[in-house]
């Protein structure tokens, strides 16, 4: 975050907030978090993102004290136990934090990050036309890691099972070290139907956990810990399928 304490006194004008990358990635997890919990109707708190989830998206100390100076987050310590039906925390208003600190957005902070988003899609969006001229000079054609060209239209990701490793044009998007068995199933059915845009719900029945909320989660993991930031997941709105995107 630079200098943006004088420009969020204005957190209607969001354009002139000099939110940097660091920060903008953790609003994105804060936001899907909090759009999780309205999603299933789940207390906030459930969906807590634990601190270091935003400090390794590159967040800083002083961007936490400062979302809870201006309201836009609140905090506390986790004390659940293993098997407890939701989540526990001992809350403070302080800012000093603990490796067991927790973050949600409040209503206001939520307003402020779709505010933030929003402003970055537009500035995105306008900046479309530029990007396609520049594809229209290079035939549309994008250079991956070895150097040598590829079509856009056959531009797929791959998942490679016995590396455990997805790879977009020669680059690993993400590396599994321990087992995740919601996520690799997710990527081999994506795989195994030749990445279309969209795959209905591939996880089995588990009668202990809602599928939505559960789908939501994988979803939300997937797009975590990414080595190279080339792949979004998303779901379909319903909780009944998973689309994904090149970013």
Not at 29 to 54: G, K, M, P, S, V
Not at 170 to 197: C, D, T
Not at 237 to 244: A, D, K, N, P, Y
């Amino acid at each position: 975050m630079d200098e943006t304490t004088h420009a969020a006194d204005h957190p209607e004008d969001p354009t002139r907030l000099l939110i940097d990358d660091n920060l903008y990635a953790a609003l994105t997890l804060l936001r899907y978090a909090y759009e999780c919990a309205q999603d299933t109707h789940a207390a906030l708190w459930d969906f807590a993102l634990e601190i270091n989830e935003l400090f390794e998206v590159g967040l800083t100390i002083t961007d936490l004290r400062w979302l809870v100076v201006k309201g836009f987050v609140e905090h506390g310590g986790e004390i659940s136990t293993y098997g407890d039906p939701h989540r526990s925390f001992t809350r403070s208003e302080g800012f000093n934090f603990l490796t067991t600190t927790c973050v949600i957005l409040t209503e206001k902070g939520a307003a402020f990050a779709c505010q933030v988003l929003q402003a970055a899609a537009a500035t995105n969006a306008a900046e479309e036309p530029r990007a396609g001229a520049r594809e229209a000079e290079t035939d549309g054609e994008i250079p991956p890691a070895n150097g040598e060209t590829q079509p856009k239209a056959t531009l797929k990701p791959h998942w490679d099972p016995a590396r455990r490793e997805l790879s977009l044009a020669g680059r690993i998007v993400k590396k599994f070290h321990v087992p995740a068995g919601n996520q690799e199933m997710i990527l081999s059915a994506f795989q195994e139907e030749g990445w279309p845009e969209y795959i209905d719900d591939p996880l089995p029945g588990n009668h202990n956990i809602d599928p939505k909320t559960r789908l939501n989660d994988a979803v939300y993991r997937l797009n975590r810990k990414q080595l190279t930031l080339l792949i979004r997941f998303h779901t379909n709105g319903t909780g009944t399928g998973v689309l994904w995107s090149l970013l």
